[in-house]
């Protein structure tokens, strides 16, 4: 018994730490961000950069199912596309070849996009403004900044030498000059030192500064909406 009894303590925790997970997804992935734009200049031209980035795919992959575990329907879609994009990234991790790059990229392309449809649902949706929430919205910019910096790195593929360095700066080309390209255009910084050369390239750079600027607004306008309404009725 007292074995037995140890054992279900020890599956009752594992439990209740699944369903805390489960029901505020967002602040572990707000972290995992975070801890991915600081700690990846440190890994860049490395072999364990690569598995770093592969890793992190996934964590985003499987914290996207948990996400979309509000409802049965939203579950079974996140599985449906997690799944696949997972294999996707072990077999670019071992064989890093040219078709499972494209492969793997538009799978975790897909559950990313996923991912933001059910963060921007959960972001404007009536309801208490909440840390989570905060931390989805959040997310959801983050998350913006790099589904970009892959755009760029499709185009840059595909469209050779879409993208130039200026000022004496060198490309050094991987894919984390687009994540620093990336999120200086969604903020509308744009130093400068690496700039889009190819039509395909300013077009994709247009479009993430108009999401970026229109995200901004929209989020601004929706939490001050939700703040008023729960004022309202706690003055009732």
């Not at 449906?80 to 294999?87: D, R, S, T």
């Not at 929706?222 to 009725?233: F, H, I, N, P, Q």
Request: glycine letters at 10%.
């Amino acid at each position: 018994w007292g074995m037995g009894g140890l054992a279900m303590k020890r599956l009752q925790k594992l439990h209740g730490a699944h369903r805390h997970i489960r029901h505020t997804p967002y602040r572990y992935l707000l972290v995992l961000l975070l801890g991915f734009l600081l700690s990846y200049p440190f890994f860049v031209g490395s072999r364990i950069g690569r598995e770093a980035m592969g890793a992190f795919i996934m964590a985003v992959l499987v914290l996207g199912v948990f996400s979309a575990t509000r409802t049965k329907l939203l579950r079974v879609v996140a599985i449906g596309l997690a799944a696949p994009a997972f294999v996707l990234q072990l077999l670019y991790l071992s064989m890093r070849d040219e078709t499972t790059f494209f492969a793997a990229g538009i799978g975790a392309m897909l559950v990313v996009l996923f991912t933001l449809a059910n963060m921007f649902a959960y972001v404007v949706r009536p309801a208490a403004v909440t840390t989570d929430r905060i931390a989805a919205a959040v997310c959801a910019y983050l998350l913006l900044g790099l589904l970009w910096a892959g755009f760029y790195a499709f185009v840059d593929v595909l469209v050779p030498d879409s993208f130039i360095a200026l000022g004496g700066g060198v490309r050094q080309g991987h894919f984390y000059e687009f994540v620093y390209f990336s999120f200086t255009t969604l903020t509308t910084t744009g130093y400068g030192d690496i700039v889009p050369a190819s039509f395909h390239a300013r077009a994709l750079a247009n479009v993430e500064q108009f999401v970026g600027i229109f995200y901004i607004a929209l989020l601004i306008a929706r939490l001050t909406g939700l703040y008023r309404s729960s004022d309202v009725k706690a003055d009732g």
